[in-house]
């Protein structure tokens, strides 16, 4: 069975740390991965997407990493601001399917 | 560009009535698919399209949800008769086609409340 799980559920840091929010996956015959940002009531903005012959993807602060023989990945959030404040969810693909994790609540505390 | 469009943002219906959604993806995007988001858990599919044809419905509870997508552009999803456990956000999302590694875009979703 196909399972994405996020650790941790929900984490609150002080404005300006640097965190990594993580993502397992069971099976690795991943076509690539996916990390989104959700806002309160609203729909999922693609931050980052990783193909499965890579190992990682910058955009700006945030860093996604991809171990696909472990099945993990990583997004790590530089140097973090109130307005990172939201839910943060894995996908994964697999045949043009994603299955998504429950994802992270972050809170940035100003 | 513009992206994925739903309608309507917010509903709210009794138990036992009917209630349709609409989706319009991102021009040019083949594959179109329906989620169902519950509060507090990340997005299950529903079901997804490849231009006008079904993909994956297995996990869409046929007796009640129903979909489509004519001539492979808009869809719309209908509940009939809805449940209170059909309380959840319903995404929309699209992306170019399979066989390719592509980003898949959502729409703002609708939130539906079954009291």
């Known amino acids: 069975k196909q399972e994405v799980t996020q650790i941790p559920a929900a984490l609150s840091v002080p404005e300006g740390e640097n965190l990594v929010l993580n993502c397992s996956f069971t099976?690795?015959?991943?076509?690539?991965l996916q990390w989104f940002r959700q806002d309160p009531g609203k729909g999922l903005t693609s931050l980052l997407l990783?193909?499965?012959?890579?190992r990682e993807q910058t955009s700006g602060r945030l860093n996604a990493s991809l171990d696909k023989s472990s099945g993990r990945s990583t997004l790590y959030i530089a140097a973090s601001q109130p307005g990172d404040s939201a839910t943060y969810l894995c996908a994964v693909e697999y045949g043009n399917k994603l299955v998504f994790g429950a994802g992270t609540i972050l809170r940035v505390k100003s | 560009e513009a992206g994925v469009a739903q309608s309507p943002r917010y509903k709210i219906i009794e138990k036992r009535q009917s209630v349709a959604f609409w989706c319009n993806p991102i021009s040019g995007h083949a594959t179109l698919y329906w989620y169902q988001q519950i509060l507090g858990q990340g997005p299950k599919l529903l079901i997804q399209?490849?231009?006008?044809?079904?993909?994956?419905d297995s996990q869409l509870p046929k007796d009640r949800f129903s979909a489509e997508r004519l001539k492979g552009v808009d869809s719309t999803l209908k509940i009939q008769p809805a449940k209170l456990e059909d309380s959840a956000v319903y995404l929309c999302?699209?992306?170019?086609?399979?066989?390719?590694?592509?980003?898949?875009?959502f729409g703002q979703g609708t939130r539906l409340t079954v009291v």
């Open positions: 099976d690795s015959a991943i076509y690539n």
């Open positions: 990783i193909q499965s012959s890579q």
């Open positions: 399209f490849q231009n006008n044809g079904v993909v994956d």
């Open positions: 999302a699209s992306s170019l086609g399979s066989g390719m590694v592509t980003e898949a875009f």
